[in-house]
């Protein structure tokens, strides 16, 4: 087993701004007043931060009469503590811890059952002693018009983000579950009476629950799903059978009401989802987020009201990659239905479970698809040194980082593409199908000390390059805790290409590494550089940082991923769309497929650039946290104006129906040809294609990027951003592409997205 190892050094800075909500509620920037007197009550802490805005903010409008307040608090016990400057709200401090914990708990809300009537929630002060616990006041604000909330919601809510458990957007802090307090004010902003308020507080936590275990599924109405091991507690917090018999009529009515076609599967997935075996404990799979969105969409207003809650499918799992959750079944059906059949085999994955290439002549069963093309391979050949695949990617990541052997095992490998690149853990290998882990036993018994740690952080920085992460920032030797574990070491770790050589490691000593930042522009699945090879209609991995964006569940518009929570586009997109829902889609070239490696994202702000042009960043609901081949950033462009270090450029836009992901070369063009078309800004670039067409097979849509290939012909860089749709033409009456320049609005972007 070989592995060529190089090295590479990037810097990458970052730095700040405001969200606008794109949801319809007014938020104004505010700060707050922080109490050093501990015993003040929460009413005494609201009345404080009033009189201040009084005095300093009399611009600042009251909420609408009749908003439901409730006023709560929680303590911190790990992951944060007091420092005496978070008592005062003008500090840079306060203003920056007060907005992190004000941004989760937005999250929190907007992701909950109660997400129609939640306006807002701020911090209100933050108090306690210096070094120890802090304790955390806010108010949360809802719009009773929709719906009536009480104590007790806000409470049900909230201590399911206390438990660590279940905890999603609270997940580095321990909270003390008995500390929360949640009070209802039955008066508006602006009124001066005492409040009517009940108090409610969270129950003593207890034992811990013994591990979850598998056992034999026994609901007989759901005898026909494709497993027949599940687990409780279900979804719905049933404990056993006879729990899950006493809700089973409701759901067999929304079946046989037909407001759903797959109702019956997603039902039967819900109350008896599928267990799959882990460690420290066995893990529930559970339906995916779309496919409960689907559900919802057709029999959520027939729910009752307590199921309600508990199918709020943002806690359902996003699927990124096989074993994730279980996906809507009967893909390549809805494939045909939808006149698509020509999918079915062609060697472009169009199903997350990859049902549409699995049973085609070309994949034989029990074979691995090759991810792009219509090749399969055995799992032995996986890193047996020789390129099966047509991209090679049966050779690729041979040597990668995880947190353990157990967790790779027991994931279904259906391509050689790993699910998400690891940022961290163990040096794991693997050899025709076998994983393990790289032993350091023979170093250690063989170089001196300081030798050795100079061999270690070679080997770590150049691993971490080759996963296209900018460098290493830690390398630690560890003790293995896991059973049954092959190994290998390094037999000649001075050797320009390190031979690594299966042996037993008695002392089970490991490495462990921690890479830094994720390299932006790779097209980490292409094998050559430039644009040699990169075909015009796009495969998977081509563009992983271009994201379609979609208002109520129609593309529109497109964007680029820039940071793990940031897109650029136009602002064009949004006119006139400020109570519209918007949701972002990445890793996806066939808009009217679901292939394994997409993900997708509600957008929950934006801002606008100062400087001149259409050019805004949109905020996602929460940071895309499973980076792979398919889903990365794009590189910013330097200060320079034009950036001097870019040669071939192209623009993504969308051919066959606006369906398919596509590129267009482009030339820069005279303004005169853009003026005669639009209104450019001093910050505009004009261009058109590099090759004039007469099949009309292209489309842009607003928010398309202009991307230029950086002269390394490795890294691709982000250029400009389209103000507006390109309908295709004919040949020879091209119309002109106007751009808004990104070197112009660099400085602004860096604050932000830090």
């Not at 957007?169 to 602006?190: C, G, R």
């Not at 929304?254 to 759903?260: M, P, Q, S």
């Not at 919802?296 to 199921?307: T, V």
């Not at 709020?312 to 893909?331: I, L, M």
Request: proline residues 6%; negative net charge.
């Amino acid at each position: 087993m070989y592995a060529d190892l190089g090295t590479t050094n990037n810097d990458v800075h970052r730095t700040v701004c405001i969200v606008v909500c794109l949801d319809g509620k007014n938020i104004p920037y505010t700060t707050s007043i922080a109490s050093r007197n501990q015993q003040h009550t929460h009413e005494e802490r609201y009345n404080h931060r009033r009189r201040y805005y009084s005095v300093k903010n009399t611009f600042l409008t009251s909420d609408p009469p009749g908003d439901q307040v409730f006023l709560a608090t929680f303590r911190v016990t790990k992951g944060d503590s007091f420092t005496a400057e978070l008592a005062d709200p003008s500090t840079e401090a306060f203003r920056i811890r007060s907005r992190e914990y004000r941004d989760r708990l937005n999250l929190i809300f907007r992701r909950s059952w109660l997400k129609l009537s939640f306006l807002a929630s701020d911090v209100l002060a933050l108090d306690g002693v210096e070094g120890r616990d802090l304790v955390v006041h806010f108010d949360v604000r809802f719009d009773p018009r929709y719906q009536t909330i009480t104590t007790g919601n806000i409470v049900d809510i909230l201590s399911r983000e206390l438990n660590p458990e279940t905890s999603r957007y609270l997940t580095n802090l321990t909270i003390e579950a008995k500390s929360l307090e949640v009070q209802e004010s039955l008066k508006a902003l602006n009124a001066q009476n005492s409040p009517q308020s009940t108090v409610s507080t969270l129950p003593p936590t207890t034992t811990a629950p013994p591990p979850r275990k598998c056992s034999k599924l026994d609901l007989s109405y759901c005898k026909h799903l494709p497993y027949n091991i599940s687990s409780y507690p279900n979804m719905l917090g049933h404990q056993s059978l006879s729990d899950v018999e006493e809700d089973v009529i409701a759901f067999r009515e929304l079946v046989d009401a037909e407001c759903y076609p797959s109702a019956y599967d997603f039902v039967c997935q819900v109350l008896q989802p599928a267990c799959r075996s882990s460690q420290p404990e066995d893990l529930l799979q559970l339906p995916c987020r779309s496919f409960c969105r689907e559900f919802w969409n057709g029999c959520g207003s027939r729910l009752p009201e307590k199921i309600k809650r508990a199918l709020d499918c943002s806690n359902f799992p996003e699927y990124t990659g096989p074993g994730s959750c279980r996906p809507k079944p009967g893909c390549v059906q809805a494939l045909q239905s939808k006149a698509l059949s020509s999918r079915i085999c062609d060697g472009v994955i169009d199903c997350p479970d990859l049902s549409d290439e699995k049973n085609c002549a070309y994949c034989r069963d029990g074979y691995m698809h090759c991810g792009v093309g219509r090749t399969c391979v055995p799992h032995s050949k996986r890193c047996d040194g020789k390129a099966d695949c047509p991209n090679g990617s049966d050779e690729k990541d041979c040597l990668f980082l995880a947190s353990s052997v157990q967790e790779l095992r027991s994931q279904t490998w259906s391509t050689p593409h790993i699910t998400k690149y690891s940022k961290e853990g163990y040096v794991v290998f693997n050899e025709k199908g076998i994983i393990g882990k790289l032993c350091t036993a023979n170093l250690n018994a063989t170089l001196p000390e300081t030798e050795m740690d100079n061999v270690l952080q070679t080997a770590a920085s150049s691993l971490c390059t080759l996963l296209t992460y900018t460098g290493v920032t830690s390398v630690e030797v560890r003790t293995d805790d896991e059973e049954d574990v092959p190994y290998v070491y390094m037999e000649d770790p001075s050797a320009p290409e390190i031979t690594f050589v299966r042996a037993p490691c008695p002392s089970k000593e490991v490495l462990y590494v921690r890479c830094s930042d994720l390299e932006c522009g790779i097209q980490s699945l292409r094998t050559s550089g430039g644009i040699n090879g990169l075909n015009k209609m796009a495969e998977p991995g081509d563009w992983p940082w271009h994201v379609a964006l979609f208002k109520e569940g129609v593309h529109v518009c497109d964007a680029t991923l820039v940071a793990d929570n940031w897109l650029l586009t136009t602002a064009y997109c949004f006119q006139g769309q400020p109570k519209a829902e918007w949701s972002a889609r990445l890793g996806v070239i066939r808009l009217s497929s679901t292939s394994p490696w997409e993900q997708e994202r509600r957008i929950v702000g934006m801002i606008k650039s100062p400087v001149e042009g259409t050019t805004v960043l949109v905020k996602l609901d929460r940071p895309v946290t499973t980076f792979s081949d398919f889903v990365r950033p794009v590189c910013l462009p330097s200060s320079e104006d034009p950036p001097s270090n870019t040669s071939q450029c192209n623009t993504l836009g969308w051919a066959r129906n606006r369906d398919v992901l596509q590129r267009v070369q482009l030339k820069h063009s005279a303004m005169e040809k853009c003026e005669n078309i639009s209104i450019p800004s001093v910050n505009s670039v004009c261009t058109e294609q590099a090759y004039s067409t007469d099949d009309c097979n292209e489309e842009e849509v607003a928010g398309s990027s202009m991307l230029c290939l950086q002269a390394d012909s490795r890294k691709w860089v982000l250029t400009g951003i389209g103000s507006w749709r390109i309908a295709c033409s004919k040949d020879g009456i091209e119309r002109p592409r106007l751009y808004d320049k990104i070197s112009s609005h660099i400085d602004w972007i860096k604050a932000t997205i830090s």
